[in-house]
């Protein structure tokens, strides 16, 4: 192989194993949650306000909920006894989007009609799983949804 050639040749491992290092980390910052602006809390005025919003692609809902008997991980307490919390509205039975809250503040699926109340908690099947719930963050006076929450 002549020194050109063989040049030429590191050049292409250099840059291949450049291509698989950037990939490896583009891998990387792929599985990091995304960050998304919901909007400002002056919103939820009232217990049911609430923001539509796209989480990862994924129709989504932050809604002001009444006080609950217990804090857990899919509510965020803002001061003045205000929680609020955050789902997607996809169906956790087949997949279909859920209605939006209806007047009797629970989102009914319409294809198999399962029922989630407002905090995105399931009350009647087929699906006995809730929506999954998004983590929520204050910064700045701005709701970001920065994640799912496990279940
Ligand atoms: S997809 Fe929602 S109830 Fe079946």
């Given at each position: 192989m002549g020194n050109s050639r063989r040049q030429v040749v590191q050049s292409l491992l250099v840059g291949g194993v450049g291509v698989a290092a950037g990939q490896t980390s583009s891998l990387a910052r792929q599985t990091k949650p995304a960050d998304v602006t919901v909007g400002g809390v002056e919103v939820f005025k009232k217990e049911?306000?609430?923001i539509s919003f796209v989480y990862e692609g994924v129709n989504s809902l932050?809604?002001?909920i009444p006080a609950p008997r217990e804090v857990n991980e899919r509510m965020l307490e803002l001061d003045k006894k205000i929680f609020l919390t955050a789902f997607t509205l996809t169906c956790m039975h087949q997949g279909?989007?859920?209605n939006a809250l209806n007047s009797d503040h629970v989102l009914v699926c319409p294809c198999h009609d399962s029922i989630y109340d407002a905090d995105g908690t399931v009350i009647q099947g087929p699906t006995k799983k809730?929506?999954?719930?998004?983590k929520l963050e204050l910064r700045d006076g701005k709701l970001h949804a920065v994640g799912r929450v496990s279940t």
């Open positions: 049911f306000d609430s932050a809604v002001r279909c989007e859920t809730s929506l999954q719930a998004l």
